[in-house]
């Protein structure tokens, strides 16, 4: 069975200071691991995706997630946060033989300060 | 090129009441997700179809939900009668492979209340 866990309802940093936003996964079998964003009124939008080549994946926005086996984590970074980055992110991860199934994390909320 | 498409944006009806979704994919996607987030929780997977059949609808509540994709284009989502708990955000998604690794892409959502 596969699982996330996103460890912060909600974030908040100032702009222009780094963003972390923690994700751990728990799979059967190799996993694909990807992060979502949704602002406001808008459909959820890929920010990147894991699916077993390098283990520091770089993204849409400067993102960037390194997948840690050992740790069976899947955290977000941003070096600097900047207002348009306020949103809800989604860790999610997907099976082998699921069909593309999407199991989410509970979501974190990313407020930005000016 | 157009996103997925859902229609209404949001929708506030009675306990009793029918309600059905719509969801057009992106043209060429065979595959077809609807999933739910109730308020407070996680978005959870509802059914899949591949085309116009349904490939997994493990995730379908009850028997109170009926989901169509007649000729493989778009997708319907029917709750009858309604009831509170239905009440939330639902969201589809399209993609063009269903393997693991393949990337969904999801409408706005269309957000039910139930009163």
């Known amino acids: 069975a596969q699982s996330v866990t996103q460890l912060d309802s909600h974030v908040s940093v100032s702009e222009g200071t780094p963003v972390l936003l923690r994700c751990n996964y728990s799979?059967?079998?190799?996993?694909?691991l990807f992060w979502y964003v949704q602002h406001p009124n808008k459909g959820l939008q890929l920010l990147l995706k894991?699916?077993?080549?390098?283990?520091l994946v770089k993204g849409i926005n400067g993102f960037e997630a390194e997948f840690k086996k050992s740790e069976t984590s899947f955290h977000l970074t941003k070096p600097s946060a900047h207002m348009s980055d306020a949103a809800e992110y989604f860790c999610?991860?997907?099976?082998?033989?699921?069909?593309?199934?999407?199991?989410f994390g509970q979501g974190t909320e990313l407020s930005v300060k000016p | 090129e157009a996103g997925v498409t859902q229609f209404p944006s949001h929708s506030v009806i009675e306990k009793g009441q029918t309600v059905t979704l719509r969801c057009d994919p992106i043209?060429?996607?065979?595959?077809l997700y609807w999933y739910r987030r109730v308020m407070g929780k996680e978005i959870k997977f509802l059914l899949h179809?591949?085309?116009?059949?349904?490939?997994?609808e493990s995730g379908m509540p009850n028997n109170r939900f009926l989901a169509e994709r007649t000729g493989g284009t778009y997708s319907t989502l029917k709750v009858q009668p309604a009831e509170l708990e239905d009440s939330g955000v639902y969201f589809c998604?399209?993609?063009?492979?269903?393997?693991?690794?393949?990337?969904?892409?999801f409408g706005q959502g269309t957000r039910l209340t139930v009163v």
């Open positions: 894991y699916t077993s080549a390098a283990t």
């Open positions: 043209s060429g996607h065979d595959n």
């Open positions: 999610v991860v997907s099976a082998p033989n699921q069909g593309g199934k999407l199991i």
């Open positions: 179809f591949v085309k116009e059949s349904k490939q997994d």
């Open positions: 998604a399209s993609s063009q492979e269903m393997t693991a690794n393949t990337e969904a892409f």
């Open positions: 799979s059967s079998y190799s996993p694909s």
